[in-house]
Every structure is written in C-alpha cells, then in structure tokens.
C-alpha cells in the first residue's frame, strides 16, 4: 500500500479522468486501504448518477424490433449449429470433450453469436488458432478453451496477442472432474480472462466465485454462473499483478458470493510465479 | 412467477412491470428473448438519451443502443446483482460502448487494450466498488439533470467534459486553458456538491 491517501484523486477516478497510470496508482492503494475504498465507492455511486441525468430521448420505434430480429437470428444461427451438438458451439477441436446439455425446459441458445454468421465464426476460429500456432507455442500449448462468443474472444484474442502475455491453466478438483479453465493474463499481470468450460451446472442459488489467495487471505475477483453449456468467460481485474498472489480458486458459494470461501473448489491453480505460471 | 405474456409483438411498448429485473437476468441467462424485450422496454430510453448526450447523433446512438443491448444478450451470465443493479450494469456498459465510439471519431490513442477492456470490464463485477447503491431505474432523472445544472459553470463543464465528454483532466485542462490545479480542484468541489445534494439517491427500492 502506497503511504499517501489518494482521496484527492477519487472524485477524477470515479469519472474515468484520470490517466491510466493514476488508475493503476490509485487501484493499488485502494486494494490496501479500507478508508479510501469506502470514499471510492461513494465516489462512484455518484459519477453513475450522472447517467441519468441527460435530457430523455425517445428511440425510434423500429429499433426495438430491429435489435430483437437481429439476436433472433443469432440465437436461430446458434440453434442450427447445435443441433448435432447442442453443448458447444466452438473449440471442440481444441478440447475433445463431450458437450454438456443445456439446462432442460430453457432455449438452448445461449451464448449467443456476435453478429457474423456461423460460417465466418468458425473461420474466425480457425483464424485464432492458426495465429496461436505461430504465436508463442507456450501459449498455444496451454490454451485448452476458446469461447464461441465472437466479440469476448477478440477480446482475449487481443490479450493473447499481446507480448508478454501468460496463460495459466487451472486444475480440476474432485467436485468437478470435468471443469477445465485457463487464466489467459495480460503483461501487466493486472487484468486476466478466465475462460472456463465443464463447470457443472448449478441451482439458481449457487454462483460460482472466483478468488485470489494471498498468504491466507482469499480475495473475491468475480462472482458468475456460467452458461447452460457448462462455460463461462469471466474478465478479471486484479488491484495488485496477478504474480503477487500465491494462487487462484474457483469455488461454489450462495448466489451472488460469499464473503470468503466457502464451498467446494472446482478449480485451482498456485504458485504463480512471473516466468512459470501457477 | 411468469407473468408476462409470453410474446411481445412490438418492443418499446409500454410493459406491465410484474417480474423483477432479477427474474428477467435469470431468463436472459437460459437465452429468453423476451425476457431481453422486456428489459429493453424498461431500458432502452435511459440507454439511448445517454448515449445521444455522449455522441450527440441519433444515428450513432442507436448503433450503441443496439450494441449495449446485444451484449446484454451475450454476456448475461457475467451480471452480478450482488455488485450492483441491472440498470447500473446496462448504463455503465451504454457509458463505456459511447466513450470508445467517442474517443475512436476523435482518433484518441487508446491505452493497451483500453477499448476492449474497457467496455468488458463493467460485464463484471468490480471489486473496488459495490455500485449497488446507484440509481434506481425508477429514479426520476430530473432530481439528477437538477442537481448537475445547480453547480456553478465552470464546476459543471468540467464534471461533463469528463464523464460525457471522455476527457482525461489534461485534456480538459487544455481544452478549457486552465492549470490542471484548477481543473481538478472544480471536478472535485462538483462532485461534493453533487454528493450533497444526491446524497439519498439511490437508496429506492428494487423493482
């Protein structure tokens, strides 16, 4: 924790002013100081208030029914694609899994497609791998997931294509044998995706949270559920680099999370060192 | 629990509100369309005058009105009512969606990563900031649009420039030709200000 109070700088953090070194500057002391924290958090609540205060407008009336055909089309794309199999809609070349069904009595249509067309998202897959291929083969070795959701994996494509960018892979614990997840780390080691497939599928009171240990400290980094296919993709922003703890866990915790861990590991990893990984 | 009627023929009707924003987030999650449509009808005006007062174009602001919504669609299972209500997440998302549409017309360099980032950072939660305390949808935006037009001028400008405009407090210190000393110290006596004045918004209860 950095010795100076940073509450002179909360009201331009919370309104996104600032330059990017002060939010990390400001992000590391307010992992370390409840007092500034506290201040931070109201800081926000009031920069989010400012949403609301633009004049009304009305949107056109086409653009409801625009935006609901457009996603019907991309849930119909994604319902065609799944009918040979419905868990997963990509990446099972990488993985050879079997898919997990949806949740019954639901529409099977999540995750939904970005908006390309199935043809250009699979293209768009074989695109990623073939860069992985000539990426960073230690990348490449232990990428195990991709997520069918276009717009989130250009996302982690963008932090895969990064120099200097880690992905760590985490291990399946006996309440979830299948569960399969990589911590893809950019090379700040301040912000990471978890992209995580297998999970089982839980009851709507149960959420799965994510955790950073430090010494005996857990550190919740995200609260989530998954998709009915059993696979989520979480974007993690860490106060401090990632190197700086000694480890990561995923547990099943009341919906919505718990203070602390407090139920069964689904995955873990440890030791995550600069150069090696966890 | 389902009382909605099952098939909306045309979205941006006015919605009998029987289900919860919570109810309707757990049917997103399993791919309910409708579910979607009824957020929409909730959330579509804040969503698109927002973006309209950030772009200043109506056309745009419909892109980002659609795009905010789709990803609503897509990344459902990322909301964390634990760390803030739906309309926060949506608006947060419409915020971020706008200022990068902004910021890439302006050709403004952008951090490593920032614009990606940046937008997929408000899918989740954020652990510095337990937001579950800001508006309410059924908050009547005038008490807000009041609070900001009552700061003085240049107190108002700068909290703008930044929140709507983008604007890092350098730039609106060179926008504006006024030290950063300056600029930072209106930003902040705005904002107790508008801590003051708004201090029990927020504080309404859920849908």
């Known amino acids: 924790m950095s010795e100076r109070h940073v509450e002179d700088l909360l009201d331009l953090y919370a309104l996104g002013t600032l330059e990017p070194d002060e939010v990390e500057s400001v992000e590391r002391h307010l992992e370390a100081c409840e007092a500034c924290r506290s201040r931070a958090v109201e800081a926000k609540r009031v920069a989010a208030l400012l949403a609301w205060a633009p004049e009304p407008r009305t949107p056109p009336p086409h653009l409801g029914a625009t935006i609901r055909r457009h996603i019907e089309q991309l849930a119909e794309q994604e319902q065609s694609k799944r009918t040979p199999q419905p868990g997963r809609p990509l990446g099972q070349g990488g993985v050879g899994r079997t898919p997990r069904p949806p949740k019954g009595g639901v529409r099977s249509v999540t995750p939904p497609l970005g908006g390309r067309g199935v043809r250009a998202i699979a293209a768009a897959g074989l695109a990623v791998l073939v860069l992985l291929a000539g990426w960073n083969m230690v990348l490449q070795r232990r990428l195990a997931v991709l997520t069918a959701d276009v717009a989130t994996r250009q996302q982690v494509e963008t932090v895969l294509r990064t120099p200097g960018a880690r992905v760590i892979t985490l291990t399946p614990q006996p309440a979830a044998p299948e569960a399969r997840g990589n911590l893809i780390i950019d090379p700040e080691g301040t912000s990471a995706y978890l992209v995580a497939d297998g999970l089982p599928t839980l009851p709507g009171d149960k959420s799965y949270q994510l955790w950073l240990a430090d010494g005996d400290t857990r550190f919740s980094v995200g609260v989530f559920r998954g998709n009915p296919a059993g696979e989520a993709t979480v974007f993690v922003r860490s106060p401090k680099p990632l190197g700086d703890y000694s480890g990561c866990g995923i547990t099943i915790e009341p919906a919505g999370g718990s203070p602390g861990p407090t139920g069964e590991q689904v995955l873990r990893a440890q030791a995550y060192r600069a150069e090696g990984g966890w | ?207």
């Open chain 2, 1 to 207: 629990m389902l009382t909605r009627p099952s098939k909306m023929s045309v979205w941006g009707s006015v919605f009998s509100v029987q289900e919860t924003d919570d109810d309707l987030i757990g049917q997103l999650v399993h791919g309910d369309i409708d579910a979607l449509e009824a957020l929409y009808a909730r959330y579509a005006r804040p969503v698109f005058s927002l973006a309209v007062r950030i772009l200043g174009d109506e056309g745009e602001a419909e892109e980002v009105t659609q795009d905010v919504f789709e990803r609503a669609w897509r990344h459902a299972s990322s909301f964390d009512r634990a760390r803030g209500r739906f309309a926060t997440w949506l608006l947060s998302m419409t915020h971020h969606v706008a200022i990068d549409v902004l910021r890439k017309r302006r050709r403004r360099p952008q951090a490593v990563g920032g614009e990606t980032a940046s937008v997929t950072l408000m899918l989740v939660a954020d652990p510095q900031a337990d937001v579950a305390a800001t508006a309410s949808e059924h908050l009547n935006g005038t008490r807000v649009r009041h609070a900001l037009q009552s700061l003085p001028d240049a107190q108002r400008t700068a909290i703008e420039l930044a929140y709507y405009g983008g604007l890092s407090h350098l730039e609106i210190a060179a926008t504006l030709g006024e030290p950063l000393g300056t600029i930072k110290a209106r930003i902040r006596r705005g904002m107790e200000r508008l801590r003051d004045a708004l201090a029990d918004v927020g504080l309404e209860g859920e849908a």
